[in-house]
């Protein structure tokens, strides 16, 4: 018997398809740091072309007939043709990229090396495969499975070669490696084969081959069996033949056919299946893996089935039984290893960046049921920088969730991040999976929660904008749009914000907050209308266009139901020939400390105001225009105090007042007319009621 060493090949089709679609181990799409392998699953006698430029392989291609290596570097577009039965083809595109990096210099270049030029990897079953501890693995296409480098085994009694791809990373510098593991065989195994006069098969039917002989089983008689005969094979037999041309002495031969074997099967030390046979004399039975071809079988005592850890192989075997080198039956078997790392949960959320202007809606989802959903969630980090630029690198960020993880029911959880306060909420997502035996590595969400501060740049790009403070909004309508999702904001202002004609509406409680060279121009026939909400603007200049087509009174600001606030504001407006700054019904105006300059051929007025509050105080108001007024006063409560008010034209007045009650301190009101004028300064009609102190008059 004579004893050789060699290896079993099984390719592993682990998906067949009826179908005769190209499947392809090697190359992928993606950017590689070494020249790929190209290897297909095929078919004996079946025709594969290939090219590397994109040109028509079967007409310009090379012919496929076993693993290669792709000697191209840079953009590569790989068409591979198979010619089909009927001479038609069918065909496959992959694009990927190769930049060679060799890894010179550093601590991982004899690793890389032993795979960079060939493009694969040969690998001995038992032997170790060691991946350096600052490389990360994976037998997947999905990045987030990536194991850090550690040794690997396969089971030595692992009889099972293959091509297995791995993608391995050099995480911190983005340098990605593709290659082929091609794992052998490293027992040996017997081709031994006894010459015998009848077959076995099935285990229970045998079948004597050489009509020049006489057989017997066991105590039997002799005789020349023609037919097949089924045997009892939970026992032992023996099977006897000798010369048919009977003399004495002829050598009568036997065979002991052992009882029937149980195939069994176990688990080995490092996860992998090793099956064998259950028999009171383990060496009469070994195993072989069925092959339909004539080449020699390789006999084992056990055959081991095992892949690397981070990889999962499932598939169907049948294993040729034979006893004593003769062949006795077959066996179907199932097999699944799974080592592959549990699969991350995926965190997905409405943000698009790691910086939101809205609250943010996450999705933490498993791809399985079967598994179990642990979720870490930080206590909100408030940061006080209103105009920070936050990077996931700042070391506030830097905290692990260990002792926080809680199992939440079900493969999908949800929860709703908001911001705190005026200014930036940080918040840490943190999740695995468990299986039960091993969990996933742990996913991770970022993000930064800011409903309160937007910013605004008149150039910034509109391509980008988003309202952060590294993408500014740079138009009115998009930063409106988002403001007015939130509750209450401050938009930071660089540059000048112009507010285009037409109606501009406000619903959030908003705080306009500009540089200092910055100003807000309305546009002819521009408008913001403030609704159930308040605006809030200060230190700021503030100044409109005219235009011959605005003609009717458009306010600069529309307050409905809502609140103005002006602190240490310059306003500049000239109308066309009638306008107003403000007209504000059910609100509240509070002035404080301004300067306004209006001026209209016709009429110009700095309020009119129903049912509102009002409160000016210590700001300079003048109006040009022929008839000019400060405010209309209609049913409000209004505290002008501490203010000096000018009104120039043919003819005006400081306020008019109809129902409404107001107290006027400390003002001091003046007018300049260009004839003569009987009007007074304050109207009042009989509902009116108003109250004067110390006010000092001139000019009516």
Known sequence: MKKVLAFVFVTFLILQSITAEIKVISPIEGQWANKQMLILETQKNEEYYYSLNGSD????????????????????????????????????????????????????????????SKGILFYSSG???????????????????FIGGKTLFLDENNVISRYLPIIVSDLNNDINYRF????????????????????????????????????KIDEEYWGMPKE???????????????DLNYEPGNPVEYFVLPPKAELMV???????????????????YSICIHSDTNDSKELFK????????????????????YSNSLYQGSQTIDYNINKAPVSLPKITSNAKDFYSLEKVLVDIQLDSSDLDLYVAVSQPLTLPEVNGKFTKDDSRFQFSLDDYFQKVSGPDYKLTLEGIGEGATFYKIQAYASDGSKNSLISEYNVIVDEYNFYYDLNANPELQNGTIENPFASLDKCLESVNKSRSVCIHIKGDLYIPSGKHFITANCQLKTSPDSQIIFEPGASLVVQSSSLNISNTRIKNSAD???????????????????????????FEKNGTVIDAFNSVLDVDNCMVSITAPGYASFLAANKSKLNIEASTIN????????????????????????????????????????????NSFKAQFTGKSNVSPVYTNKSASVKETNNEYTGF
């Not at 008839?627 to 008019?656: A, C, H, P």
């Open 127 to 145: 032997s170790p495969l060691k991946i350096p501890g600052e490389l990360h693995y994976t037998f997947s296409e999905e990045k987030e499975n």
């Open 57 to 116: 392989p079967a007409t310009f291609g090379f012919a496929y007939d076993g693993p290669v290596i792709l000697d191209v570097t840079g953009p590569v577009t790989l068409r591979i043709s198979h010619i089909l039965p009927d001479k038609s083809q069918e065909e496959k595109e992959i694009s990927f990229t190769v930049k060679n990096e060799d890894a010179f210099g550093k601590s991982y270049y004899d690793f890389v090396q032993s795979f960079y």
């Open 180 to 215: 082929i593991i091609k794992t052998q065989v490293s027992t040996a195994g017997v081709f031994s084969r006894k010459d015998l006069p009848f077959v076995i098969e099935d285990w229970e039917r045998i079948t004597f081959t050489d009509q020049n002989l006489l057989f």
């Open 228 to 242: 097949s005969r089924l045997l009892d094979r939970s026992i032992s037999h023996m099977i006897y033949w000798q």
């Open 302 to 321: 056990k055959i081991g089935i095992d892949t690397f850890d981070g990889d999962k192989l499932k598939g169907q075997l049948t294993l040729d039984i």
């Open 623 to 666: 109006t040009f225009a022929d008839t000019s007024v400060i405010i209309s006063d209609n049913n409000n409560q209004t505290n002008l105090y501490k203010n000096t008010m000018k009104v120039v034209g043919r003819t005006g007045r400081i306020i008019e007042c109809f129902g409404s009650k107001t107290s006027l301190s400390e």
């Open 266 to 284: 176990q688990n080995t030390p490092g996860g992998g299946l090793l099956y064998y046979l259950d028999s009171s004399n383990e060496n009469d």
């Open 548 to 574: 011959s087509a605005y003609q009717n009174i458009v306010p600069l600001f529309k307050l409905e139901n809502s609140v103005l606030t002006l602190e240490d504001t310059i306003i500049s407006a000239a």
